[in-house]
């Protein structure tokens, strides 16, 4: 089991949700399921997110995980990640996506 095979009780932060997935990229990483280079690439792509969330640019953070998402599915599709393993990715970062639609909404009305 991955740690993106579960729903969290609590919704998470934005920028605990991309740390969510990070974690993920780690150990896909550090068990060789990835190579360094794709989970740098990966990572990188997660941090560049989380620095446009810091900056209050929720539009750069989802364009940032929907190319994420992109470079997951290709992963799937040349065999490198299993649909088990890129689903669990891809369904977090789909995850990530609302809980900063959610949060970008809630600052726009003021709440």
Known sequence: MFRSDFK???PLTPVGQIKFL???VMFFTETGILS???GSVFTTMLEEGIKQLDQNNFN???TRLK????EINAEIRKGVL???EGR???DAANDANMIIHESSVSLYNGV
Do not use: C
């Open 8 to 10: 969290h009780p609590d």
């Open 22 to 24: 990070l974690d993920d």
């Open 36 to 38: 360094d280079d794709q």
């Open 60 to 62: 750069g953070t989802i």
């Open 67 to 70: 190319a994420f998402i992109g």
């Open 82 to 84: 299993s649909k088990r």
């Open 88 to 90: 669990g990715l891809v």
